[in-house]
């Protein structure tokens, strides 16, 4: 349904994707993963025909994002990552108005937002910019929705929204899926993914891993512990030091702490702690999530990028 091929951006120097290619099936849910500035927004504004590719191609069912714009924006649904709907016009003002921009009426369709708007109505005469996070959400899920698009295509859904309306909101998606909708969706929340299909890790306009959110966790390649001390800060440093290509990071009220050595035991890391003189010390095995893929491809990478990189020329990730 979706087929990204070589795609390059840049802003003057500011080098936003590089070499990003993808596809997306019909009927899936696929996520871009990646902290602010990965270049998602970048890299969807391309596929919403918004913006022209530096170099590469993508198509939209078919369609070229260049050559067949003016079609493939019938044929999509985009919703920005910032409340782009008519502040002052009512909810049901921006949906009449959306309608009549693709040349249906939100009669004929109500049946594709319905389980939407049901939590909508209440609301239906209060104006856009008087509704809550959740609920201008969800208004621009119905807006996006209303001309009954191919692909769905929604860049940071989640961002600035309670966790509760976060929930809802990717149930509606998955709902929407199952009904045979293809979703595009980026997101800077790790824990988004679980909710995806597949996904694709991104950093810094490149793509470092494309799986399903199931064999990244799978394919973790180091041995993880969540740690506890009094210290965090020191406790971070000191597990860093701990063996060559160790890595630790804050996790929630622990840090996890990633060892190359498959050898390497709760007892181990206790000890060294205890030499340390860390106070409070509790270590357990833990399972790997998304983040933690996320960040053991990102520190790699980093590495890498130092290694290779000639005398006085070291770049940083």
């Excluded at 007892?267 to 205890?274: C, I, N, R, S, T």
Aim: charged share 20%.
């Amino acid at each position: 349904m979706i087929n990204v091929l070589n795609i390059n951006h840049a802003f003057g120097d500011n080098q936003a994707l590089t070499d990003i290619s993808f596809d997306v099936q019909a009927g899936e849910i696929f996520g871009l993963i990646g902290p602010d500035g990965a270049g998602k927004t970048t890299l969807f504004r391309i596929l919403a025909t918004l913006l022209l590719p530096g170099s590469g191609s993508a198509t939209l069912n078919g369609l070229d994002v260049v050559r067949d714009y003016k079609t493939l924006r019938t044929r999509i649904g985009y919703m920005p990552g910032r409340f782009s709907l008519y502040q002052d016009l009512t909810v049901d003002e921006n949906l009449q108005f959306f309608a009549s921009v693709f040349g249906v009426t939100v009669e004929e369709n109500r049946h594709l937002i319905n389980d939407i708007y049901v939590q909508l109505e209440p609301f239906k005469n209060r104006r856009a910019g008087a509704l809550s996070g959740g609920m201008k959400q969800k208004l621009a899920l119905c807006c996006a929705l209303i001309h009954k698009p191919q692909i769905l295509m929604l860049d940071e859904p989640g961002t600035g929204v309670d966790p509760v309306s976060r929930r809802e909101f990717w149930d509606m998606l998955r709902r929407l899926r199952d009904g045979g909708l293809t979703i595009l969706v980026s997101t800077p929340y790790m824990d988004e993914a679980a909710w995806c299909n597949r996904v694709a890790l991104v950093q810094q306009g490149h793509i470092m891993a494309i799986d399903t959110p199931e064999a990244l966790t799978a394919a973790f390649p180091k041995k993880l512990f969540a740690v506890r001390a009094v210290d965090k800060y020191r406790l971070i440093n000191d597990l860093r030091s701990m063996e060559t290509g160790a890595n630790a990071y804050a996790f929630g009220e622990f840090a996890h702490f990633a060892s190359p050595s498959a050898k390497i035991q709760v007892a181990d890391v206790e000890l060294f702690l205890q030499k340390k003189g860390h106070n409070g010390v509790e270590v357990k095995e833990a399972e790997p999530t998304v983040e933690d893929c996320f960040i053991d491809l990102m520190t790699d990478d980093s590495q890498q990028s130092t290694v290779d990189s000639p005398p006085g020329e070291i770049t940083l990730k």
